[in-house]
């Protein structure tokens, strides 16, 4: 289990590395949605995700050996794991599907990083990346299934307990669920969580079904980033109890969530980072008289001509 020590000992390791991201206040009749609505823009975050939060923690955590990182990712998780060991001075490799979008191939590039192309899906990436490791005796840097990364995505939820210590409710999108998983871990009962998927990728709805990690097949336009066949283990020994609503969002809504996004407030974010959104924008979460929300808009590695 993730503890609220593990996270503060993962923020003051990570600090130098790191942004505080800002929240901003939708003003009132912004969009069809009533009630105090905040947006944590973590696509602000160095590298455009959140990612670096588990990736700096990861890396901070044990020594990193000389045949340096190595980790399997769509494009977020890498280019987070490729920055971290830039700044700190190791090799990174990086695993990455054939699905990952140019735009993050082009970005772990400039990187330095040396990028591997292994399969169609990100879990076949993973299990190439696997082999290589045991091979190499590079770290392994798991996405989100490791409890040095979760416990660095939790301090995402430090910042904004500070920043709005009333919150009642945080929107969260879910693809192996170490976001979640850490946010989840440090409020612990005090906020409702909300998680949010795409309808092509619904890992944690059918955990949550089964109440244990399934297999389920990924599609849609959020795969890249969001597009995990299985649940982390970690992450769902907190999501079990912890999740209050588990919601899913076809396509069109996501994509309309990130036009949205942009066009009224010049907010950039790929598919996976308006996922959450995009259920309070269409209102396939209903919100309660009153209920304050704070919905993480998690990435922004997108070019926005792509739905404009």
Known sequence: MITKDDIRGAA?????????????????????????????????????????RGAFNRLLSEPVPPSGVITASGGNHGIAVAYAAQKLGARAEIYVPSLASALKRK??????????????????????????????GALQ??????????????????????????????????????????????FSGRVKIVAVEPAQCPTLNRALQARVPVDVETGGIAADSLGCRRIGNVPFSILLEAVDDAILVPDEQIRHAQRVLWEKFRIASEPGGATAFAALVSGAYVRSPGEKIAVIVCGGNVDPASFA
Do not use: C
């Open 12 to 52: 003051q390791r990570i600090a130098p590395y790191i942004r505080t991201t800002p929240v901003l206040r939708l003003e009132d009749g912004a969009f069809d949605v009533p009630g105090d609505t905040f947006l944590k823009l973590e696509s602000l975050q160095v590298t455009g995700s959140f990612k670096p």
């Open 107 to 136: 970005m772990l590039t400039d990187l330095g990083a040396q990028i591997v192309v292994a399969g169609n899906t990100y879990v076949e990436a993973l299990a190439a990346s696997e082999v290589r490791a045991a091979q190499s």
């Open 141 to 186: 840097v798991h996405a989100f299934d490791d409890a040095a990364t979760v416990a660095g995505q939790g301090t995402l939820a430090i910042e904004l307990d500070a920043q709005l210590p009333d919150i009642d409710t945080v929107m969260v999108a879910v693809g192996g669920g170490g976001l979640i998983g850490g946010i989840a871990a440090w």
